[in-house]
Each structure stands twice: as structure tokens, then as C-alpha cells.
């Protein structure tokens, strides 16, 4: 079985910065594509950035240029480092990656953002 596991999360003033890690456990021969998501009350889940297993990234236009997601596969885990945080950046944000060997990504629990203006 194979777990993803955020931390990072919390309450932040807009302007802020925070750092959110996701890291893969259990029984892992290689991982693919890794990201992050983010579900604002409301509304549906979206794509807020996602990197490759040789590092090509891609970012929601929303958060180009403020948040860049990064990977070290030796820990696999991944990275989101989010600067200049906005309100609208308020949202549960999860962890997602494929598994070489697994026919389906999986999810990680979620954790919580909330940016105050």
C-alpha cells in the first residue's frame, strides 16, 4: 500500500508565505508525476501545480510566479512553496502522484490554508 502524507498547512496573513510538503510512503518502486490541488468551499477541486519525475513543472495561471513546486526523490516527497499568498489562495489543499506499478494516483489527506486579509 502506499500513503501521501501534507504537512504544512496553517493561517497566514495575505503577503505571506507558507511550505507545503507531501511525502510518499509504503511500498514505491518509482513515482511519476507528482502536484498539488486545492478545493475552495464550493468549488470544485482545481490544478495548482504538478512536476514531473525529470522536473518539468506546470502552475494554474493563478499562481504563476508566487508558488513553485519542487521534488527531491531520494525522501520522495514534494514540495509547494507558496509566497505572496492572496485570500482567494484559501482552500484545502492535496497531494497527488503516481506510482509506477499502480493504475491509479493517489491522494493525499488534504490540509487546510487559510490566508486572512
Known amino acids: 500500500q502506499v500513503q501521501l502524507v501534507e504537512s504544512g498547512g496553517g493561517l497566514v496573513e495575505a503577503g505571506g508565505s507558507l511550505r507545503l510538503s507531501c511525502a510518499a510512503s509504503?511500498?514505491?518502486?518509482?513515482?511519476?508525476?507528482m502536484g498539488w490541488y486545492r478545493q475552495a468551499p464550493g468549488k470544485q477541486r482545481e490544478l495548482v501545480a504538478t512536476i514531473t519525475s525529470t522536473g518539468r513543472t506546470n502552475y494554474a495561471d493563478s499562481v504563476k510566479g508566487r508558488f513553485t513546486i519542487s521534488r527531491d526523490n531520494a525522501k520522495n516527497t514534494v514540495y509547494l512553496q507558496m509566497n505572496s499568498l492572496k485570500p482567494e489562495d484559501t482552500a484545502v489543499y492535496y497531494c497527488?502522484?503516481?506510482?509506477?506499478?499502480?493504475?491509479?494516483?493517489?491522494w493525499g489527506q488534504g490540509t487546510q490554508i487559510t490566508v486572512s486579509s
Open positions: 497527488n502522484a503516481g506510482f509506477q506499478g499502480r493504475s491509479r494516483p493517489y
Open positions: 509504503g511500498t514505491i518502486f518509482s513515482i511519476l508525476d
